[in-house]
């Protein structure tokens, strides 16, 4: 194999025609710079310079090496100055894939403030819910991922499909806790209940339902049979703010979290808190190598940031 610091010695040598000369533009000593050639004609197997009075003369295939070696040299040189921009974050790209209140709430904040600290790092994101999100994760599609699971329902069992922080679902991965996100009922401003701060989801048992994402609707109904009902689901949506926007033309209940309400003005609507209590625990998961990754640390770092910003405002 051929090492760099051997053709640096080769061209050294080629250029003022002597082992001594080279040690003095090199600066370590001529018998250094005999070891280094011996090595590097082992590597080759075959001669490469050849003694003429009191200089050297390159051999043919010296010449060879020595014209490879300005442009290898150079590439090596041009690797390592990117190579050092990204592990110094001058430079770096990271992928990031968050589901949609996430993206309004977290992801803003987080991505300005690591513009103006790393302005030479970049970020792409995309919108997926998890668990597609975490498969994008996993098939090597983006370097992090946004993602949230439900806790154990209220009264014990198993939060199934929708996850909880006891299943293992993601334990091949680095789990970066970020938030707690508390589910709050959504309500017609002039619904009968809307005139309270607080109710139990038993109490709209009876009412048509709009509903989320497939995750949080899986939820939504475990939470519900728990209460002893089945949900009449009249609406099934994605988007929160037609979730809102249903609810404020008094054509259904719902139940949200709270990051989604943060970023949507709930005109029409009424929001109270649910109890007994309903939570998701909001992450950012990346795989254990690109955890290694300065410009992906970064990201995570400033993800936390945001999240403890958010956590601030609530309280």
């Known amino acids: 194999m051929i090492e760099a610091r051997h053709?640096?010695?080769?061209?050294?040598?080629?250029?003022?025609?002597?082992?001594?000369?080279?040690?003095?533009?090199?600066?370590?000593?001529?018998?250094?710079?005999?070891?280094?050639?011996?090595?590097?004609?082992?590597?080759?197997?075959?001669?490469?310079?050849?003694?003429?009075?009191?200089?050297?003369?390159?051999?043919q295939a010296g010449e060879a090496l020595v014209r490879h070696a300005a442009g290898i040299l150079s590439g090596l040189t041009a690797a390592e100055e990117e190579v050092a921009a990204i592990a110094g974050l001058r430079a770096g790209r990271v992928r990031l894939v968050s589901f949609p209140s996430g993206s309004s709430t977290l992801v803003p904040t987080a991505l300005a403030a690591l513009r103006a600290a790393h302005p030479g790092t970049r970020v792409s994101l995309e919108e997926a819910e998890p668990p597609q999100s975490v498969e994008l994760l996993r098939e090597?599609?983006?370097?992090i991922a946004l993602a949230f699971r439900y806790e154990r329902a209220p009264g014990g069992g198993d939060a199934g499909d929708t996850g909880s922080a006891a299943d293992g679902e993601w334990d091949d991965l680095v789990v970066r806790p970020l938030l707690k996100d508390r589910l709050v009922a959504l309500v017609p401003e002039r619904h009968p209940l809307a005139r309270g701060e607080s109710l139990a989801i038993g109490d709209l048992?009876?009412?048509?339902?709009?509903?989320?994402?497939?995750?949080?609707?899986?939820?939504?109904?475990?939470?519900?049979?728990?209460?002893g009902f089945t949900p009449r689901i009249d609406f099934a949506t994605d988007d929160y703010p037609a979730v809102v926007g249903l609810v404020g033309a008094g054509l259904g209940v719902a139940v949200l979290p709270q990051l989604a309400i943060e970023s949507v003005r709930p005109r029409g609507a009424r929001v109270?808190?649910?109890?007994?209590?309903?939570?998701?625990?909001?992450?950012?998961?990346?795989?254990?190598?690109?955890?290694?990754?300065?410009?992906?640390?970064?990201?995570?770092?400033?993800?936390?940031?945001?999240?403890?910003?958010?956590?601030?405002?609530r309280q």
């Not at 040690?23 to 050849?50: D, F, H, I, N, Y």
């Not at 109270?272 to 909001?282: G, H, K, N």
Request: proline letters at 6%; one cysteine or more; a positive charge.
């Open 7 to 59: 053709l640096r010695v080769l061209r050294a040598v080629a250029a003022t025609g002597s082992f001594s000369a080279a040690g003095r533009e090199l600066g370590c000593t001529q018998p250094a710079v005999s070891q280094q050639m011996k090595a590097l004609e082992a590597s080759v197997g075959t001669p490469l310079l050849v003694r003429s009075g009191r200089e050297m003369r390159l051999t």
């Open 272 to 313: 109270l808190t649910l109890e007994p209590a309903v939570r998701r625990e909001i992450v950012a998961l990346t795989l254990p190598d690109l955890a290694q990754v300065p410009a992906v640390t970064a990201t995570l770092e400033q993800l936390g940031r945001a999240a403890a910003r958010s956590g601030d405002v």
């Open 140 to 143: 090597g599609d983006c370097d």
């Open 205 to 227: 048992a009876a009412e048509p339902w709009i509903a989320g994402c497939p995750r949080c609707r899986g939820q939504l109904v475990q939470v519900c049979e728990r209460a």
